[in-house]
């Protein structure tokens, strides 16, 4: 690798010496996660590939090969179709509203001929894409500007108040969080933060009011899990219970009680984490924090490696949007956090969850690959 | 265009110092999850590991098998069969629950009625647990439904246990019976198994007496279910203990020839073994089926029960209160003697004059019985000869020597229900009329008449008590389990030797001499002699107008006005070993259904002789008869 950086600044790589440059070690970090994962799956279908495990391994396969497809493309691409992308995802945003599919009381899904798509999943791709495009040219001072300041807002708001309507406000949180994260990174002032931090603060009990009878009662449980532990706060209860009960080394794979005998909710999908806390217990869960951890540090390594502010911010945002959803469901798990529905990425059961989450390390790939491709502050990003 | 113009310079050092705190932050992110996990799994990990462990093991209780109750040659009179009956399984049934039922209708009977109480069963109960759609089968319908079954989905054919009296009505009185647990059951017993479903338990007679100990105790199951109650499978396995055995002094064919004599009149018999109190028959006519009740009685067939009057559910033999009659002389003679009688004549005109009152004897027609000694008296049962002793007694010496028979309190069978009879005394007539005691209230308590009442079972045991001078008390049970019933031999009673001789010679003369009450029905088999005492008991007045103008005869009255037939007997006469009471309602005065009962039941149980039989089970020596030997 160290031959090349000179020769990888003047011209542009060969397919090949693209898929070289590939960080394989994160591919195969990658891999033992998602591995876990479909032991975990195939665990809580009873030691069964069915339903659950089979099809989450051809999907990962799949998204191994969107990730090899996606690290290939010149970042300039990328940082092209970055607007685009914005808007084809706002737009699908809408017809969701207007003609989505109704799951578990949430319009979240969009029918295109045989497949399912989930707009808000492709939103936080897009999101970033967008942010790390704008941000790219603007400078540290020109991010605190009040008037240059509307723009990113309104592209983080508009479509987190989307989401929010769906409802589903564990995406809209995660939406909200990549792009104030990426605000922060490109240099807001820190006059902007503190004062909105504390107005956030202070926006807590208005807020309340404008949440939906269950996202309260989620609240309500999660604050006395006790008070309806056969109603709302059995997910909470049930997951804790089979957390806790895996204790230091735990029951043993496929030997978990809990979600063997269909006593978590969700179990195959945003609450599929237990069983690793149930079957391999603290260390096994320890085990996959660490992982988790590795890719993150991976993530923040490519980051900081990266020659253009572009692909800066655009690692970032991706790293820090896996992390955010490992934060969040691993919190609700534990019972940290009221109960939200995002999934575990790479583990949990789900479409959608997977093939957007390796189209993310598809674009951080592609950015460790193009690390070297300096990009001006003033351009669109024309190869 | 330079590349690297000091505001990207700013922008990348910002970016570099911003990334290394997000850095930190997801580091300590990561940390707090962690440290929930250790707090979780680690410190908090053997509570949440108890609290799993309750999520998924159940216990499911197991019913034990119910005792047998048996006879005293072994022949089980309660046992338990096998109940072929059908389950439906709501989520196993393919086409539904309707479509189930229908298809199941074409091969067995199901009612609308029974329809609508499975589809409530279903309706109530999660989609997995097994409703019962008809128990009780024959072999045939359990076999035909086995036939059909690969087209029967959701029908599971099962086989449990459910009691059965194979002599059904004949014993019904003595078994009682088994039926579902009622909230009142509940509320006295907080034995796990009543909760189970199905569950039965004793109701009356024997099964309810010794209920705790056929009962049996529950065997536990610990299964491992899943979130929604469905058993997984079996983690453990305590089995049930069986009930205990009963072993009954009783003997079914003795009990058997005893109801078939009884026929279809409202009666009470009573035989029992004078030695040792034995009761080796106790029937009470009509009877009812017991396993009426436990396969669920319908409403009609309680209705019809219950409106019936010859009270089919009433055990007469010990829940019947009879005055009675002239049966009660024996024990007033026993006290005559004791009290300067022994020797007494009477000369009996037909009647007696106490004050305003005229008494007449059942002789006055033809003038009276002419001059009567004691043993005379009871021979032709003249009522003025024991008006004079019930004169001269008064009432408190009557009284007591009638409670030193047993009479007035119950014998402490082992029954739920017996009655005390009842013996009057000054203070209870002053308590209960506020009205002091009569004179002449003496004399008509006297001849067994007026207050006094009486059960079957006491009237046999005051029978066994004059045969052999001692205080016998009957008993039904020889073993529970294991467990002999404790059985002391019975005191003395409190009257003199000369007492009981006169008082059995009387009784002798009624049966064997000419001129006796009963001497029509004797037994002329040589050594099977029998003695006896008859008895009436009017249930109504006979006022001085009617037998001036002249008694309706009996066979012109109603059935529940005619009077009360009672005999009480022992045999064989010199040497007693059995003893019978017999009361048939409204049975005439003519003497003749309750006698002649009485002397096939006793001829009967001479020559089956069941005391002196080893019985199927270990006894002791005592209790087995004074001269053991083989059948035969």
Not at chain 2, 499 to 517: D, I, K, Q, S
Request: aromatic share 8%; with cysteine; proline share 6%.
């Amino acid at each position: 690798m160290s031959s090349r950086p000179y020769a990888a600044a003047r011209r542009t790589l060969s397919l090949s010496e693209r898929l070289l440059e590939v960080n394989w070690v994160l591919v195969l970090l990658i891999t033992v996660i998602a591995c876990i994962g479909f032991a975990m799956l195939y665990s809580v279908a009873g030691g069964n590939f069915h339903p659950w495990a089979l099809p989450q391994i051809l999907r990962f396969l799949v998204g191994l090969a969107i990730l090899a497809g996606v690290a290939t493309v010149d970042i300039r691409v990328w940082m092209n179709v970055a607007y685009p992308a914005y808007a084809f995802s706002l737009l699908l945003l809408v017809a969701v509203e207007v003609a989505g599919h109704v799951g578990l009381g949430a319009q979240r899904w969009l029918e295109l001929g045989p497949l399912e798509i989930q707009p808000s999943e492709l939103m936080k791709i897009s999101l970033v894409l967008a942010l790390a495009r704008y941000l790219h040219g603007q400078s540290v001072e020109d991010v605190s500007r009040p008037l240059k300041l509307l723009i990113p807002l309104a592209m983080i708001g508009i479509p987190a108040v989307l989401v929010l309507l769906q409802p589903n406000l564990g995406t809209a949180t995660i939406i909200v969080a990549d792009g104030l994260s990426l605000l922060f990174l490109a240099g807001l002032s820190w006059w902007w933060i503190v004062p909105a931090l504390a107005g956030v603060v202070a926006a807590i009990p208005v807020g309340w009011h404008f949440l939906h009878d269950y996202q309260k009662q989620r609240v309500l449980t999660f604050l006395n899990p006790a008070s309806d532990a056969l109603g709302a706060g059995w997910n909470i209860s049930q997951a804790e219970i089979a957390i806790g009960s895996g204790g230091a080394w735990g029951k043993g794979f496929l030997k978990g009680t809990q979600s063997q005998l269909n006593f978590l909710p969700e179990k195959h999908s945003d609450f599929i984490a237990t069983s690793i806390g149930e079957e391999f217990g603290f260390f096994g869960f320890v085990f996959l924090l660490v992982l988790f951890s590795i890719v993150i540090a991976y993530g923040i390594r490519i980051a900081m490696s990266s020659r253009s502010q572009f692909g800066r911010l655009l690692a970032m945002g991706l790293t820090l949007n896996f992390f955010f959803y490992i934060m969040i469901n691993a919190a609700m798990i534990m019972g940290l956090i009221p109960v939200v529905g995002i999934p575990m990425p790479l583990i949990s059961y789900g479409g959608t969850a997977m093939l957007v989450v390796m189209f993310g390390f598809g674009l951080l790939m592609s950015v460790h690959v193009h690390r070297q491709v300096e990009i001006p502050r003033g351009s669109a990003g024309i190869i | 265009m330079p590349l690297f113009d000091r505001k990207d310079k700013s922008r990348y050092a910002t970016f570099t110092r911003r990334t290394l705190m997000m850095g930190g932050a997801v580091s300590a992110v990561m940390l707090t999850l962690g440290g929930r996990l250790y707090q979780l799994q680690i410190l908090e990990g053997g509570e949440y590991a108890t609290r799993a462990e309750d999520n998924r093991v159940n216990l499911r209780l197991l019913a034990p098998l119910r005792g047998r109750i048996i006879d005293r040659f072994g022949v089980e009179l309660a046992n338990n069969r096998r109940n072929y009956r059908v389950l439906l399984i709501p989520e196993q049934a393919a086409q539904g629950v309707d479509q189930a039922l229908d298809t199941l209708g074409r091969v067995i009977l199901l009612t609308d009625h029974d329809r609508q109480r499975i589809l409530r069963d279903v309706a109530q109960n999660k989609k997995f647990v097994p409703v019962t759609v008809a128990d009780n089968l024959s072999w045939d319908e359990f076999a035909r439904i086995n036939m059909h079954l690969p087209y029967l989905s959701g029908i599971q054919p099962d086989v449990g246990e459910t009691r059965d009296y194979p002599y059904g009505a004949s014993l019904s009185h003595v078994l009682g019976y088994v039926a579902a647990v009622s909230p009142e059951d509940m509320k006295n017993d907080d034995d796990p198994l009543l909760n189970l479903p199905g569950f039965r338990i004793g109701k009356r007679g024997i099964e309810k007496t010794f209920d705790r100990q056929v009962r049996g105790t529950a065997g536990v199951s610990r299964v491992e279910v899943d979130a929604y109650g469905r058993v997984v499978r079996e983690l453990g396995h305590t089995p049930a203990g069986a009930g205990e055995d009963i072993y009954l002094t009783i003997d079914e064919q003795m009990q058997n020839f005893v109801t078939q004599n009884m026929g279809d009149r409202s009666a009470a018999c009573v035989v029992m073994d004078v030695q040792n109190g034995d009761v080796l028959a106790l029937a009470s006519t009509p009877g009812y089926d017991p396993n009426l009740f436990n396969a669920g009685i319908t409403t009609p067939q309680w209705k019809a029960l219950t409106a019936d009057e010859y009270k089919p559910l009433l055990n007469k033999a010990i829940s019947g209160n009879y005055p009675p009659g002239s049966t009660f002389k024996t024990a007033m003679a026993l006290a005559a003697v004791d009290n300067g009688m022994a020797d007494l004549v009477v000369n009996c005109t037909g009647s007696i004059r106490l004050g305003d009152h005229t008494f007449y004897c059942d002789a006055w027609r033809i003038g009276g019985h002419g001059h009567v000694n004691l043993p005379r008296g009871i021979q032709v049962s003249c009522d003025v000869f024991f008006y004079e002793v019930a004169r001269r007694l008064g009432i408190d010496k009557m009284a007591q020597a009638a409670h030193a028979v047993g009479l007035g309190s119950p014998t402490g069978i082992e029954l739920p229900g017996e009655l005390d009879g009842f013996i009057p005394s000054r203070a209870w007539k002053l308590a209960r009329f506020g009205i002091p005691w009569q004179p002449g209230e003496t004399l008509v308590n006297g001849i067994g008449q007026g207050f006094v009442l009486a059960t079957p079972i006491q009237l046999c045991m005051l029978a066994a008590r004059i045969a052999t001078g001692k205080a016998v008390v009957p008993r039904l049970t020889h073993q529970v389990g294991a467990t002999l019933e404790p059985h002391p031999p019975p005191p003395p009673l409190p009257f003199s030797d000369k007492a009981f001789a006169l008082v059995r010679e009387g009784m002798t003369l009624a049966v064997n001499a000419p001129g006796g009450t009963a001497y029509g029905w004797r037994i002329s088999q040589p050594g099977l002699a029998m003695a006896g005492k008859t008895g009436t008991a009017q249930v109504r007045r006979i006022s001085k107008e009617e037998r001036a103008r002249g008694i309706v005869p009996e066979s012109k009255l109603p059935w529940n006005q005619r009077e009360h037939a009672l005999f009480i007997g022992f045999a064989p006469a010199d040497n007693p070993r059995y003893a019978a009471s017999i009361v048939v309602e409204h049975g005439g005065a003519r003497n003749e259904p309750q006698v002649e009962l009485a002397r096939d039941v006793l001829l009967f149980v001479q020559q089956r002789d069941p005391s002196r039989i080893r019985p199927a089970y270990p006894m002791r020596a005592a209790d087995a008869g004074s001269v053991p030997r083989g059948r035969g």
